[in-house]
T-cell receptor
Framework: AQKVTQAQTEISVVEKEDVTLDCVYE???????LFWYKQPPSGELVFLIR??????QNEISGRYSWNFQKSTSSFNFTITASQVVDSAVYFC???????????FGTGTRLKVLA | GAVVSQHPSRVICKSGTSVKIECRSL??????MFWYRQFPKQSLMLMAT?????????EQGVEKDKFLINHASLTLSTLTVTSAHPEDSSFYIC?????????????FGPGTRLTVT
């Protein structure tokens, strides 16, 4: 089965707290991509990161960081020192080889309170 | 670069009418376009995949006669919701993949909010 699980439906934090959004995926493919997108209230998806299955290096971009672990099929996303503008729904997605389709997780709604 | 537009951004139509949504890749050629539907507070569900010049491939459970997809050129795909009903009210998002066969990247449009009254 090809599946993405985001077990956290909704998270609330106070501004400046760190928060980690979990993503667990399932696939039989050896070549695949993983993505994170942010969806603010406007609805437009904002691309955050792409990772291919052969690159397990963690990545940091400003306050954002990602931890990819193939051993646990996880691709977690951490926001450091959260801000109110980080409030949004965050989706993790799995890109499949061959069809190039994306399978999206159910999303995690993050609320950052001032 | 890699901009995808959708038109209209919002549309309200009466039950029983048809509505067309356009998806355009503005600065690249899209060999493949994807259409998603998103109900409130839910995830994006893939409806269909369309390749330029070919018939669309629909996901299981999606009525192809109700959701007509045309990908007539490398920069334009259209989704027509025929005989719309209130339950078709949703947020429709398209995405486009460039011609590089090795590219997994999909570029997403801003979405179209359809309300059927």
């Amino acid at each position: 089965a090809q599946k993405v699980t985001q077990a956290q439906t909704e998270i609330s934090v106070v501004e400046k707290e760190d928060v980690t959004l979990d993503c667990v995926y399932e696939t039989r493919d050896t070549t695949y991509y993983l993505f994170w997108y942010k969806q603010p209230p406007s609805g437009e998806l904002v691309f955050l990161i792409r990772r291919n299955s052969f690159d397990e290096q963690n990545e940091i971009s400003g306050r954002y960081s990602w931890n990819f672990q193939k051993s646990t099929s996880s691709f977690n996303f951490t926001i450091t020192a959260s801000q109110v503008v980080d409030s949004a729904v965050y989706f993790c997605a799995l890109g499949l080889s061959g069809t190039y389709k994306y399978i999206f997780g159910t999303g995690t709604r993050l609320k950052v309170l001032a | 670069g890699a901009v995808v537009s959708q038109h209209p951004s919002r549309v309200i139509c009466k039950s029983g009418t048809s509505v067309k949504i356009e998806c355009r890749s503005l600065d690249f050629q899209a060999t493949t376009m994807f259409w998603y539907r998103q109900f409130p507070k839910q995830s994006l569900m893939l409806m269909a995949t369309s390749n330029e010049g070919s018939k669309a491939t629909y996901e299981q459970g999606v009525e192809k006669d109700k959701f007509l997809i045309n990908h007539a050129s490398l920069t334009l795909s259209t989704l027509t919701v025929t005989s719309a009903h209130p339950e078709d009210s949703s947020f429709y998002i398209c995405s486009a993949r460039a011609g590089d066969l090795a590219s997994y990247e999909q570029y997403f449009g801003p979405g179209t909010r359809l309300t059927v009254t």
